[in-house]
């Protein structure tokens, strides 16, 4: 809702109070105020002009050169392009010096030999949308009426001193969807009065009940309708104020009919619909429930075809409107009308959203039926209307109303202690201010016994239970004004689980390694669903998905991290590592809930290090990823637990794949993705994890044990063993380790080689073994007879020779 700060000082007094101000009070009790657009601001130097002159520039065709009155002592010369400029009009003129939205400068100029002193201006180069500029204008300059005194304030004129409030109203508020909403809404907020505008105009003497007459059949869908006539009326544009400010709320003025219904729709929040009543077609109005197959022409030129569940206004014969919605095109008020059916009435809110649903018609009226209308304002919009038709279009109002009024809400009675409301706000207001508050908001409060009764006018639909005065009070006491007070109960101190500890944990450390944390949705399609996934299961469908691809729970973390990582490296990123922590969800069958376990997965794409100045590039290879892993399981005690074995998965490259093993059961898989896959993504080489993180969490871990650093020397021997190529360096690793005895403290590998001097089907595997005893220094003798048990080992399990 935008809400115009010099038409809200027509309701209310605003003396003393700025449009920020009265923005930061009207959020602080409830209602969020999103922005305050100055309408003006960066505009100067626009003044009113008068063209005295005009005729063609003689060096171009679609310019002219204009003589024209500012309001100094000589007139000006303007070279003007605009295809409607004339002599005797009057326009908004930047004069020389003045400035422009986008800080745009009107400076001298010349245009093809000839000067100009200025610019005559269109709405648009004001700062207008153009959605907003009457079409007569909108491909052209704005002229003002005749009344306008040459050097006036064009801004002033144009209401473009003005600011305006952009309102964030959430769908209970629909009472604030009007100037008069939002003035009952100020008007509490700074405990002033509401001016309500004063209607009355004169009568001609005939009846409308004489010209028209209502008949309801779909009493449910319309409880209530309203039509008047205004016969006589003269067609043509609107005053100027009421131009501007229907653009100020958002909507493009049309005429002088069709302004004032919606000058008071925005007004009242009321909405209304003009008909020409010559071209209605009887003189009787009926509104019924569609029929199967019939259609209607509505104001955009379109013929819909109308369904049984809509609500239309027909002349007896066919439709000429679709209720709340919009009219028909045949009965629409033209140029040449001469007298005006207007309707004013009360529709059922969801009937009116399922057609415009239906018919994807959102349109001003529709917007405030479906959220609900005021019922006590029908007849009060209808007068204001004809008052302004008979003001402003020349029109003779018809006396009395043609009206049906079956039934209609009545204002809600609540009732409610001065207790209730302390005790829910933890706050001791007094029932005079409790009082004085609901007053302020036009609540009728009577004192009875110990609670209030509190009758709630239909303009508030929202207000229906005892929590709702509590909050109104609350709101308008002011939220700053609760006191802060502590718990009277004895609380312990929060901490994190061991879980969460593990978890933060992991996080941190993966962060410290350069991946970056991503969340995904836990849906997804049907063929992601399974990719990747360490324990396939079966897949655990949506009854109402929203959509194909957001249908399935998944049951690994790697299919959308990829998509993560393609959306970076799509975006000229030459490296991308994230990883997540999320649940993955598993099932045993189609009728089983699903089991939520907790998983960790990573991938990491592009150069790994790259050092500009020293020239050094480091690409990522498995080493890498497998490293981060490593430094993973050293931050939680399981280094001596876990188990890396060669495997081959679906989606993951053959040759360079991994599975994880904790206490020999499966925990995790890591290795580079499959090359027809990184293809697919449009991936550079992309290796991934994923990891068990529940299960790797539970592990039990020993106390951590310390050791002296050793006083005695070490003995390195380092061995180089020829295998076959199917062998495992890992299982040969463990081998070594376990036959070394309590002198082998430490073996790594730090060699392969594969090369041309290798007998074919072979490869050499290279260890550094070091051998110590904490309490004495080791003799030559012991730490061969520790090596020659690690060699026979070796060459028992696997044949293993020494390379010569």
């Known amino acids: 809702m935008f809400v115009s700060y010099k038409w809200l000082k027509d309701y209310v007094d605003l003396s003393g109070i700025t449009a920020e101000e009265l923005a930061e009070k009207i959020t602080r009790s409830g209602i969020e105020v999103e922005g305050v657009e100055v309408l003006n601001q960066g505009i100067s130097g626009v003044v009113v002009g008068h063209v005295l002159e005009r005729e063609q520039h003689p060096n171009a065709d679609k310019l002219n050169k204009c003589l024209v009155d500012i309001g100094q002592d000589e007139p000006v010369q303007i070279i003007c392009g605009a295809p409607n400029v004339d002599k005797g009009q009057k326009v908004a003129v930047a004069t020389v010096g003045a400035v422009l939205p986008g800080n745009f400068k009107i400076k001298k100029a010349k245009l093809r030999g000839e000067e100009s002193n200025g610019m005559i201006c269109s709405l648009q180069e004001l700062g207008i949308e153009g959605k907003l500029v009457p079409k007569e204008y909108a491909e052209g300059i704005f002229v003002f009426p005749g009344d306008v005194q040459p050097g006036a304030d064009a801004l ?47 009568t001609e003497g005939e009846k409308t009940s004489d010209y028209i007459s209502v008949n309801i059949e779909a009493k449910q869908e319309n409880p209530h309708y309203t039509a008047a006539i205004v016969r006589n009326v003269t067609i043509a544009p609107s005053p100027l104020w009421m131009q501007t ?86 009965s629409e008020v033209k140029e040449d009308t001469v007298n005006v059916l207007l309707e004013s009435a009360y529709f059922d809110g969801q009937t009116v959203r399922r057609a415009s649903k239906d018919h994807g018609l959102r349109s001003e009226a529709s917007a405030r039926f479906e959220k609900g209308v005021a019922p006590e304002r029908v007849i009060d919009a209808a007068r204001r209307a004809v ?8 029109g003779e109002a018809a006396e009395g109303f043609a009206e049906v009024k079956h039934h209609a809400p009545e204002p809600k009675t609540i009732f409610i202690s001065e207790e ?54 609350a709101r308008l006491y002011g939220y700053d004004n609760i006191p802060s007070t502590l718990p009277l109960f004895r609380s312990t101190p929060g901490k994190l689980t061991e879980y969460q500890a593990k978890r933060r944990k992991v996080r941190q450390y993966l962060e410290g390694a350069g991946l970056l944390q991503a969340i995904t949705y836990s849906l997804t399609s049907k063929e992601k669903a399974v990719q990747f996934a360490l324990k396939e299961t079966e897949m655990t469908r949506l009854s109402l998905p929203m959509s194909e691809d957001r249908s399935v729970l998944r049951q690994s973390l790697l299919p959308h991290l990829l998509e993560v990582l393609n959306h970076n490296l799509s975006r000229q990123m030459d490296q991308a590592a994230v990883y997540e922590t999320g649940s993955v969800f598993l099932t045993k069958g189609k009728d089983e809930q699903p089991v939520e376990k907790e998983h960790l997965a990573g991938a990491i794409t592009g150069l790994w290090e790259q050092h500009q100045w020293q020239g050094e590039k ?22 001596e637990q876990v188990e890396y074995k060669a495997a081959a998965r679906d989606g993951l490259h053959p040759g360079r794949t991994a599975e994880l093993y904790i206490n020999g059961v499966l925990a ?116 061969t007879k520790a090596h020659e048990k690690v060699l026979n080992a070796v060459s028992e399990k696997f044949g293993a020779a020494l390379r010569g």
């Open 420 to 473: 209730k409301i302390n005790s829910v706000l933890g706050m001791s207001i007094s029932e005079e201010e409790i009082k004085s508050i609901l007053l302020r908001l036009g609540f009728a409060v009577e004192t009875q016994g110990d609670k209030l009764s509190v009758t709630v006018p239909t303009r508030r639909g929202d207000i229906t239970l005892e929590e709702d005065i509590v909050e109104e009070v």
């Open 156 to 202: 002033q004129q144009l209401n473009l001193d003005d600011e305006v409030l952009e309102l964030g109203l959430t769908p209970n508020r629909s009472d604030a969807l009007s100037m008069l909403g939002v003035a009952y809404e100020v008007a509490a907020i700074l405990n002033r009065e509401v001016k309500l505008p004063e209607i009355s105009y004169e």
């Open 245 to 330: 400010r229907l653009m100020a709320a958002g909507i493009r003025p049309h005429n002088n009919v069709v302004d004032i219904t919606n000058y008071v729709l925005i007004e009242y929040g009321q909405p209304l619909h003009a008909f020409d009543y010559d071209r209605f077609g009887s003189k009787e109005v009926v509104i019924r429930m569609a029929q199967t197959g019939e259609k209607l022409l509505t104001l955009d030129d379109k013929e819909r075809e109308l369904k049984e569940d809509q609500l239309v206004i027909t002349n007896g014969k066919v439709p000429v409107a679709l209720a709340g919605v919009m009219g028909g095109a045949d």
């Open 387 to 394: 008052q302004l038709l008979v003001q402003y279009a020349g």
């Open 668 to 783: 995790g898989a890591v290795g580079q993705l499959h090359p027809t896959i990184q293809k697919e993504m449009d991936l550079s080489e992309t290796y991934v994890f994923e990891l068990m993180l529940e299960d790797l969490m539970e592990q039990e871990i020993g106390e951590i044990q310390y050791t002296v650093i050793p006083r005695y020397p070490s003995i390195t021997r380092d061995i180089a063993l020829v295998v076959d190529k199917e062998v495992a360096a890992g299982e040969m690793l463990s081998v070594i380790k376990a036959a070394g005895g309590t002198l082998l403290k430490e073996a790594v590998i730090f060699d392969l080689y594969e090369g041309d001097r290798m007998e074919e089907g072979k490869k050499s595997v290279a260890f550094s073994i070091l051998y110590l005893d904490p309490e004495r220094t080791l003799t030559d003798e012991e730490v």
């Open 618 to 639: 480091k690409p990522l290879d498995f080493f890498v990823v497998k490293g981060i892993l490593d430094g993973l399981f050293s931050e939680l005690g399981l280094s």
